[in-house]
């Protein structure tokens, strides 16, 4: 489980860098520290639900004076 947060999280991070939304990557990369010094499947499932619950309030959104291709990279 570990191994495939850690790609969520990278494919996440590559979106959100794509689409100019830098200030949600620092979420995302507290989590991936977290999830790396996570040594057993507890803190890996603990920090995830972590995540998840701080997702809800992540907006993805195209900036408007960024207007970047999201998806065609």
């Given amino acids: 489980m570990k191994d495939e947060a850690k790609q969520v999280v990278e494919m996440m991070l590559t979106y959100l860098d794509r689409c100019g939304q830098n200030p949600e990557n620092e979420l995302l990369r507290a989590f991936s520290s977290q999830l790396t ?37």
């Fill in 37 to 73: 010094l996570s040594h057993t499947q507890e803190e890996v499932e603990t920090g995830v639900q972590d995540l998840l619950a701080s997702l809800e309030s992540l907006t993805l959104e195209k900036s408007v004076s960024n207007q970047k291709d999201c998806t065609n990279k």
